[in-house]
C-alpha cells in the first residue's frame, strides 16, 4: 500500500514514522509512505499557502494553487482531507481505507481549506474526533497507524487483529498479568480459578458493565441490536 501525505509539515512525521509497527511495515516493504509539501507550490518569495477569507472574519484560509498543484499528480489515489468536519473515524472507516491502493491524507491548517478544492480534489472529508487541533497531522497519524496494522503481513498472528476491540460493538474486559498480588493490590480470584467457563462468564459481564457505564452510544447500539 501506497499512503501519500499533503502537508505544510513534513517534518513533523519523521519520528512517528520511524518507529514500531509503522517502521517494519515500511522497511518489510508492505507500506510506503511519501510526503508532499504543499509549500513547495507556494506562492511568491515568501512562497505563500494561505490568505485571508473573503467576506472577511478571522484567521486563514488555504488557498486552491498550492492544493491542486499538490493534488494534481496524486488523482487516481483516494483523497482523504483530515477535518473536525468530516466523517466520524471508526473502525469500519479504518477496514475500508486499509483496502486502498494508493490513500492520500491531506491535512489542513489555518481555519480551513478554499471549499473549492474540497469540492474538486477531494473524495471524503475524515474527523478523528469532536475537538480541534491546530492542523490535520495528528490525525493523518492515527489514520496512517490504524491501517497499517491491519495490512497483510504487519502484525504476527491476523487473529489478533481480527478478534479484538469493537468485536461485537463493545468495550474490552481489563486484563491483569502477574504478579497475582502487588502491594496489596490482587488480581480477581475468578481470573485464577482454572474455571474457563466461569472466567468466560466474568469477561463477557465485565465488558458489559464498562460499555453501559462508558459508552451509552455503544450499549444503545449492543442493545438493539441483540433484539433484532
Ligand atoms: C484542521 C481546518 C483541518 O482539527 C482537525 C481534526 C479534528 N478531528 N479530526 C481532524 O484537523 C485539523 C484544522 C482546521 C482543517
Known sequence: MRIS??????????????????????DAGILTVDLHDIRDHGLGKHR?????PYGGGAGMVMRVEPLFATLEPLAGSHRVLM??????????TVDRLATVD???LVCGRYEGIDQRVIDACIDEEISIGDYVLAG????????IEAVTRLLPGVVGNPDSVAHESFRDGLL????????AEYRGLRVPEVLLSGDHARIQAWREEQRRLR??????????????????
Open 136 to 143: 490535520g497531522e495528528a490525525a493523518a497519524l492515527v489514520v
Open 102 to 104: 494508493h490513500l492520500t
Open 83 to 92: 477535518s473536525p468536519a468530516g466523517r466520524p473515524l471508526d473502525q469500519a
Open 48 to 52: 505563500q499557502v494561505d490568505d485571508t
Open 211 to 228: 460499555t453501559r457505564e462508558r459508552r451509552p452510544d455503544l450499549w444503545e447500539r449492543f442493545v438493539a441490536g441483540s433484539d433484532s
Open 5 to 26: 501525505v499533503v502537508t505544510i509539515f513534513p517534518t513533523y512525521f519523521s519520528g512517528p514514522l520511524d518507529v514500531g509497527l509503522i517502521k517494519r511495515a515500511i
Open 172 to 179: 474490552e474486559e481489563p486484563v491483569y498479568t502477574k504478579p
